[in-house]
């Protein structure tokens, strides 16, 4: 018992001190210690505290290693106590950045429906999910669009894994949420995923109105690299080379939503691994960076900023193991610099990449203040409409 409880406790204390300096370039296994440690840490606390009581109550104390442990798990809990405590100063992260909860009852029930066919590509059906309220939107009043696109690197990643917590909580404030799927690499080269994405807009232009949704107002939004993708359909609104076949269709956004993002894959700080530089040219550009070097350019959103840049909400953990929060700053900062529209940034304490992927005490206050700032553009448009 006394060897259990040391080794609980230094277990604890190993995922605490993970949590709190996760070390930089993690491999995959030791991110998601991290990530599941970093969101979940009042489960693993609860956990400290039962294993260690009972240990104790079963006689671990008897004997020093068992005191070692004590000491450990102790230890161990006061690292989860400090990773508890930076994921309740989110909301006041959030609020500092402009972005105050959002307002307003739940509306009750939602509908999802799965699967359906947006485009069909060289015999290849893309799917989608879409997310409503159950209850009838106002006469008159079509609801608000947003567009979900999810992560994996653009090499994996599915629609049914990722965006959950945000559409439903963007639902219980009466918007249309579509969650998409695009073509993976190595299968296609980018940029095909981003045209994929566009599709999705156009599909929505024909159908939002089936779904109770207003075909002139849709937002975009991602996590990862989904956050890039949202970024370039947001930066290339209406591009010919994006949208091969449908090129008549508006494809702008009234509002991007970028969570843990990369925005430069042209390495121009070199930070990138090289296994991860290899895999970039290899399965998903298709050329090498130095032969190409414009089509990287190209897919970089920090490089495609511009003056008629829709609003931008850019948010990062400060503590990303995977993509480094700078990243995002020098976006944020190069589009403040130039876009007449709002462009608000928040670097989140404690934060690990795919925060946002468990429904987690920050997941709710970062989803609240997406949620403020999305309604902030549909009220200033319907403002627009008025006039």
Known sequence: MALLLLLV????CGLAALALRPPADAPKTVFLAVLVTAELAPTWLAADALLTTALAAAGALDRTAGLVGLAAAALGAAGLLRVVALAH????VLHAAGLPPAGGPPLAGRIV?????????AGVPLHLDVYRPAADPVPERL???VLYLHGGSLLDGDKRSQGGPLL???VAAGWVGLNANYRLSPQVAFPTQLADCKRAIAWYRAHAREFGADPDFLCVTGGSAGALLAALVALTPDDPRYQPGFEEVDTSVRAAVTLHGVYDVTDARETWRPLWLRRLEQQIMQVPLDRDPGAYTAASPVHRVHAAAPPFLVLHGAEDCLVPASGARRFADRLRAVSAEPVAYAELSGAQHMF???PSRRTAAVTDAITAFVDLQHRRYLGREVE
């Not at 406790?9 to 604890?12: H, P, Q």
């Not at 100063?89 to 006041?92: F, Q």
């Open 9 to 12: 406790g230094v277990a604890f």
């Open 89 to 92: 100063r989110t909301p006041a």
């Open 113 to 121: 429906t799965r699967d359906v066919v947006y485009a069909e590509v």
């Open 143 to 145: 609801r608000p669009g």
């Open 168 to 170: 439903r909580r963007l």
């Open 356 to 358: 946002d992927v468990f």
